[in-house]
């Protein structure tokens, strides 16, 4: 049928099929502003364009119900203002805040909100922040906790009234503690915020920085700036950046048949009618590929867990496991082929249970005789991996304790529910190799693990990474991309394989649930002389990342209380763990890695204890903390399957990090005190007050790699070529930042490139909180080697010109504001030197290569505060406010990291209250969208608060260490804290769902 509308002002005519939805058609007429979230039901809001002004979902809306009708889409909302000699009106002042307020993370979601943000301002220019936060409540973001968005709308609508708006700051103002501390820094404990006295006042989007100063710690021209993302104004824009934004001739739909039972053989396959089916090009099964066994795990060779997974195989292990591939012309024919194909199960029992996975007589899920063994993995035992760890004695320290407390505590598992869903296209160029273009955060193992897979050596195969739509971890994992590939093999054609939204819930990877059993002895002064933890770990039907997720889980959470004196000088620490399969979907990397299950338990554990003993929460906790100086306990123990190192810790800004959120939180007003408990006029209602401590890592000493290489053009800017991956985390501006630093340029002359297999040097991916601190080491490498030829062209320039001055050294020259200046004042611009070096004399290109790999892991440290409101007649539990204050070593860009913090936060608050996937009695997962698994909307938000603690790691040249995962581990055991506070339920399994803090009060 044939449609008029008006998109962006322009009068189009289109051709639509009677059921195309409207999403699709503005896709497939170039508007890829137009996201897919996969949801079906618009629920997300990825897809919104202004219909006639007002934000309308177009994923669940008719193309033909269009017809008549005005569309405004991100690409009609403003552009860059110079391209070429066509000038522009530049980005709308919605899109110019959202860029300079460090709103963007991912980008998928920011064309929605820009759009909903200009319908709200169209209608009302002077919104309250409440009314901005309704206004993009139908827009799910899973990066940003919505915090740096509704600052960046509210600036624009006062741009657009007209109103004098500060700018954002191009410098960052630290706030110095003495160098002797802790001991002096009272006046910072006891300032009141916002208080006259109080130095924390700061403007909206810029953070609470505080220096722990070092002499290390120098004035930076790049690094330490909130400098703008290089990546900024093309998401604002909407272009066409991300995995599925791409149009090829002839490209097939990918789908997959999953099963419907969790234990099964196939007795029967059919696919004559799929094939027969016209439009179908291929309909591929166990028995047309194959047979390989290989991991999921995108992980370093060699993968530390089993190999027990194969593209098709005769036997099911979940609930949505794979069964048949089908490629058809478009998505309908597929989904009809995938009705036609005929399964015949033998069903097997099935385990669903972790505990029931370890009896005698169980079921044996990974019964094939291909399975690869890896260290303590044993298939007849239901065993994906086993951890025993034993450090001092702590059978000694149980002996010595006062106390000995123990408790069972549980977390459950979660999707990451980044808002892009999964998305691979795969071709074959020009010379016959294998194109994958696909949104993973590791593109280098995706090359390594699937050539066996396919039968191509890795030479054959380039993996290209485009702008990716969060991951979390979710994409650290070699899920879609042998579907299209074995695909465009058998057919030769480009094919491109969405997931679905339930897709997403149901066949990808989640957090691994377990249930953790904490044995603490504790003297009466609150010394912990013995602490042991042991795991039982859900791999679900497959076991990537088992081991390593599970082993951090010990690694990092029992390595933040060490216990105080003698056992300060030798730990008494055991760390045992079954990581077992079960036929649920599989669990596999979730951002932080196992830390917050870890610390779930510790926390809620170390807040009873000391209410127990009547002891000061955080001083308890600082007691038996870890300090600068001393042994990782677990660094001669434990290196995820590999030989462990000894590892010192040399910055731990923990004690400092409690006192700036304690301040900021007012706790010493609010915590023990009755008055401030009662809510006044609502007797059903009390407050609480909570805190958690924390410690993730820094990337995988010994193992993680980075490589960067960095080369100048003729006008002095330079293109850096990175294999790392920016998931919206900003890595891409943060290693942007360092090499301007070195090179003495602005960011905006540093062209950055990540992520082809082909182009870009390796990088081991985006994980382990290491893209920073690795790939930041390698860029920096890479620069000093640049800079370097730099300074001996520079010198013989200024050496040639003479003029009776004396003879420069390359040594002596600095390099700032793009130009190489001699001590005495005389320089040559970057643009000079470049076209020196390529035209005019002695001719080379100048350009360095670097990478990296660290011999330690340098944990960052935080403390996390949080408020809560608890109705005690219903059990309902209202988070209202959370501060966290974080020790991340030197902070690059303040707003990006920032938004690592609030975004974390964000996701860690779901953990704490509402996020959970449960399986019936069959296997059969409850939640599949968006409808019944509850993400948090902007609408719904507590006040998110961060304070950066800043010391000087001097394992990196810029001193800095991790931000991305630390906010995930401390916000569920602050709020179950708080919760306690409150009202004194006492819940041992998160989240806290009102049901569980009703039955909690009854109990008590």
Known sequence: M???????????????????????????????????????????????????????????????????????????????????????????????????????????????????????LDRNPNPTE?????????????????????????????????????????????????????????????????????????????????????????????????????????????????????????????????????????????????????????????????RVPYSTAGQSDPIPGPLDTFSLDEKVRFVGDRVAFVAAETEEIAEQALKLIEVEYEPLPAILDPEDALKEGAPIIHDEPDYVNFAES??????????????????????????????????????????????????????????????????????????????????????????????????????????????????????????????????????????????????LDGTITANAMYVLSDTGAYGCHGLTVTGNTGHKAMALYVGDGEYRKAPNIRFYADVVYTNKPPSGAYRGYGVPQGFWAVERHMERIARDLGLDPIAFRLKNAIRAGELHPFSTAWSEGREPRPEIIHTVGLEECVAQGKAVIGWDQKYGNPE????????????????????????????????????????????????????????????????????????????????????????????????????????????????????????????????????VKPEEIRLADRKAVAPDGRFVTMEEIALNSLHHADQEQIMGIGSYVSPVAPPPFAAQFAEVTVDIETGAVTVDRLVMAVDSGVIVNPITASGQIEGGMTQALGYAVCEELKYDEQGRPREKDWLNYHIFRANEMPKLETIFVETFEPSHPFGVKAVAEIPMDGVAPAVANAVLDACGADILDNPLTPEKVWRALRRK
């Open 676 to 807: 401030w408990h009662q809510v006044p006029g609502k007797p059903h209602l009390r407050r609480g007050i909570g805190v958690a401590m924390v410690m993730q890592g820094t990337a995988i000493p010994y193992l993680d790699m980075g490589g960067a290489s960095i080369k100048m053009n003729d006008d002095g800017s330079f293109n850096l070529m990175v294999g790392a991956t920016d998931l919206g985390t900003g890595s891409d501006t943060v290693l942007a930042q360092m090499a301007a630093e070195v090179l003495g340029v602005p960011v905006e002359d540093i062209i950055v490139y990540s992520s082809d297999t082909d182009f870009t040097p390796f990088d081991k991916g985006a994980y382990a909180s290491s893209t920073t601190y690795i790939s930041g080491a390698a860029v920096v490498k890479a620069a000093q080697q640049a800079a370097e030829r730099i300074r001996i062209r520079a010198a013989k320039m200024l050496n040639n010109r003479g003029n009776g001055h004396g003879e």
């Open 2 to 120: 044939q449609i008029k509308l008006w998109v962006n002002g322009v009068e189009q005519e289109w051709h639509v099929a009677p059921n195309e939805t409207l999403l699709a058609a503005l896709r497939r007429h170039g508007y890829y502003g137009v996201k897919d979230g996969g949801c079906q039901h618009g629920e997300c809001g990825a897809c919104a364009v202004l219909l006639d002004g007002i934000p309308t979902n177009t994923c669940v809306m008719l193309a033909a119900q269009a017809d008549g009708h005005r569309i405004e889409t991100i690409e009609g909302m403003g552009k860059h203002p110079d391209l070429g000699w066509r000038k522009t009106e530049g980005l709308h002042p919605i899109q110019q805040a959202l860029v300079e307020s460090g709103a963007i993370q991912c980008g998928y979601c920011t064309p929605a909100i820009a759009l909903a943000a200009k319908s709200l």
């Open 130 to 290: 409440d009314e901005v936060r309704e206004a993009i409540s139908g827009v799910l973001c899973r990066c940003t906790g919505y915090l740096k968005p509704v600052q960046a709308i509210l600036r624009a609508a006062a741009m657009m009234r007209g109103e004098e708006v500060p700018p954002i700051e191009g410098e960052v103002e630290t706030l110095a503690f003495p160098t002797d501390w802790p001991g002096s820094g009272e006046d910072a404990t006891t300032a009141k915020p916002g208080s006259e006295s109080s130095p924390l006042v700061r403007t909206q989007v810029m953070p609470r920085i505080w220096t722990v100063m070092r002499p290390e710690r120098q004035a930076m021209q790049r690094v330490g700036k909130p400098e703008i993302k290089v990546d900024a104004v093309k998401l604002v824009q909407g272009k066409p950046a991300f995995a599925a934004d791409i149009e090829m001739r002839g490209m097939l739909i990918a789908k997959v048949l999953h099963s419907p039972v969790a234990h099964a053989r196939i007795k029967r396959i059919d696919v004559s009618k799929a094939r027969a089916l016209p439009g179908v090009a291929a309909v591929l099964t166990y028995k047309d590929i194959p």
């Open 378 to 523: 044993d298939p007849k035992r239901n065993l994906a991996a086993q951890i025993r760890i034993d450090i001092g004695d702590v059978e000694k320290g149980f002996q010595e304790a006062d106390r000995i407390y123990e408790a069972e505590y549980e977390v459950p598992k979660v999707q990451q529910s980044h808002i892009e869903p999964h998305v691979v296209v795969t071709y074959w160029d020009e010379d016959d190799r294998l194109v994958i273009r696909t949104s993973t955060q590791v593109p280098f193992h995706v090359r390594r693990i699937l050539a066996p897979v396919l039968g191509l050596p890795i030479k054959r195969i380039r993996v290209i990474k485009p702008r990716i739509g969060g991951g979390f971890g979710g994409k650290q994992e070699v899920l879609i991309e042998d579907v299209a590939a074995h695909l465009t093999i058998a057919t030769g054609r480009p094919v491109m394989y969405v997931y679905t939204r339930e897709e997403e819930f149901t066949a990808a990877r989640s957090r691994h649930p377990m249930r953790i059993r904490m044995k603490t002895g504790v003297k």
